[in-house]
């Protein structure tokens, strides 16, 4: 709908109401759909801002997912390699104790290498193999008993090779003992009683007390101190190889002291268990040494046979 101007209207009035009145409408709309475009961006722009945010927060939990699970498998890594490197140190702390177990093959002294124990080494070895700590004390357990057999030899070298006393006891034991047996003066306790000259006891085999009288005893001479000295070596070898010496001493009603007179009057020549010890000239002590029996042929054989078969044997462990 038009509108004519009026003949009393002036131009200009005319113009500013004409101008005034479409200048209003246009400037409305337009901020209406400038509000409207505003808001659509604010809304697309939060839109946008959400699903940036949401992406970045599943990435970083992807990625601390990621890292746990390498941290993880490095753990695992590092767990394996510290096993093998247990199980490696284990086998060659065993290799070195072979090493000092194979000199002492042969060695008359089963109980010197207590298989048994070197056994129970591998046994918890065996348990442990999945735990490093637990290995590594099973590695520290084998050192040690090595250092202790390797001492123990050493020290029999050192021992066979001196006579610290001086005596026909040291000298018989030592040559007999290869160093392993030691002999040991009781002057006051007299562990052996007060009418043995010499003992030993199952607690410590390689150890023969020997009584501080027979020093200067004027009824004994070297030569059956050293016979003597054969009788207790034998006590040395039945302790130290129990087995052996349970089966041969069936020939002896299970008598060990006559089994071990019976040792010396096999393996040492001209042993009696009777002496005559001169006094002078017109005289002698009648002295009886050993329990009274003397071995037969048969009994003499069995204890062939029983030293034949005794000593430190190489054997896999587990055998």
């Given at each position: 709908?038009?509108?004519?101007?009026?003949p009393g209207d002036s131009p200009s009035a005319t113009a500013e109401s004409v101008d005034h009145h479409a200048w209003r409408p246009r400037a409305r709309r337009s901020t209406l759909v400038l509000g409207a475009a505003l808001a659509v961006s604010v809304a697309v722009a939060g839109a946008?801002?959400?699903?940036?945010?949401?992406?970045?927060?599943?990435?970083?939990?992807?990625?601390?997912?990621?890292?746990?699970?390498?941290?993880?498998?490095?753990?695992?890594?590092?767990?394996?390699?510290?096993?093998?490197?247990?199980?490696?140190?284990?086998?060659?702390?065993?290799?070195?104790?072979?090493?000092?177990?194979?000199?002492?093959?042969?060695?008359?002294?089963?109980?010197?290498?207590?298989?048994?124990?070197?056994?129970?080494?591998?046994?918890?070895?065996?348990?442990?193999?999945?735990?490093?700590?637990?290995?590594?004390?099973?590695?520290?357990?084998?050192?040690?008993?090595?250092?202790?057999?390797?001492?123990?030899?050493?020290?029999?070298?050192?021992?066979?090779?001196?006579?610290?006393?001086?005596?026909?006891?040291?000298?018989?034991?030592?040559?007999?003992?290869?160093?392993?047996?030691?002999?040991?003066?009781?002057?006051?306790?007299?562990?052996?009683?007060?009418?043995?000259?010499?003992?030993?006891?199952?607690?410590?085999?390689?150890?023969?007390?020997?009584?501080?009288?027979?020093?200067?005893?004027?009824?004994?001479?070297?030569?059956?101190?050293?016979?003597?000295?054969?009788?207790?070596?034998?006590h040395v070898l039945q302790f130290t190889n129990p087995e052996e010496t349970a089966s041969a001493l069936t020939a002896f009603a299970g008598d060990m002291e006559t089994m071990a007179d019976c040792y010396a009057l096999t393996f040492l020549d001209g042993w009696s268990l009777e002496h005559?010890?001169?006094?002078?000239?017109?005289?002698?002590?009648?002295?009886?040494?050993?329990?009274?029996?003397?071995?037969?042929?048969?009994?003499?054989?069995?204890?062939?046979?029983?030293?034949?078969?005794?000593?430190?044997?190489?054997?896999?462990?587990?055998?």
């Amino acid at each position: 709908m038009s509108s004519t101007p009026s003949p009393g209207d002036s131009p200009s009035a005319t113009a500013e109401s004409v101008d005034h009145h479409a200048w209003r409408p246009r400037a409305r709309r337009s901020t209406l759909v400038l509000g409207a475009a505003l808001a659509v961006s604010v809304a697309v722009a939060g839109a946008g801002f959400f699903w940036f945010s949401s992406q970045l927060s599943e990435s970083r939990s992807r990625i601390t997912d990621q890292q746990e699970q390498i941290q993880q498998q490095q753990r695992q890594i590092d767990e394996q390699k510290g096993l093998i490197e247990r199980k490696e140190q284990f086998g060659a702390a065993m290799a070195d104790l072979y090493a000092t177990i194979d000199p002492l093959i042969g060695l008359p002294y089963a109980s010197v290498v207590p298989w048994t124990e070197i056994d129970a080494f591998a046994g918890r070895a065996w348990q442990h193999r999945w735990t490093a700590g637990a290995l590594s004390r099973d590695v520290v357990d084998v050192e040690a008993f090595t250092a202790l057999l390797a001492n123990r030899a050493a020290a029999a070298r050192g021992q066979a090779s001196t006579n610290a006393t001086g005596t026909p006891w040291e000298a018989t034991l030592d040559r007999l003992g290869g160093g392993w047996v030691s002999m040991a003066f009781d002057e006051t306790d007299r562990p052996c009683g007060l009418d043995a000259m010499a003992c030993v006891s199952e607690g410590a085999p390689f150890i023969v007390h020997v009584s501080g009288d027979t020093r200067d005893d004027p009824q004994l001479t070297d030569w059956i101190r050293t016979g003597v000295a054969y009788h207790e070596y034998a006590h040395v070898l039945q302790f130290t190889n129990p087995e052996e010496t349970a089966s041969a001493l069936t020939a002896f009603a299970g008598d060990m002291e006559t089994m071990a007179d019976c040792y010396a009057l096999t393996f040492l020549d001209g042993w009696s268990l009777e002496h005559e010890v001169p006094i002078d000239d017109l005289s002698y002590w009648e002295v009886s040494v050993g329990y009274g029996y003397t071995c037969d042929d048969a009994q003499r054989q069995v204890i062939r046979d029983w030293v034949g078969g005794l000593g430190v044997q190489r054997r896999p462990v587990g055998a």
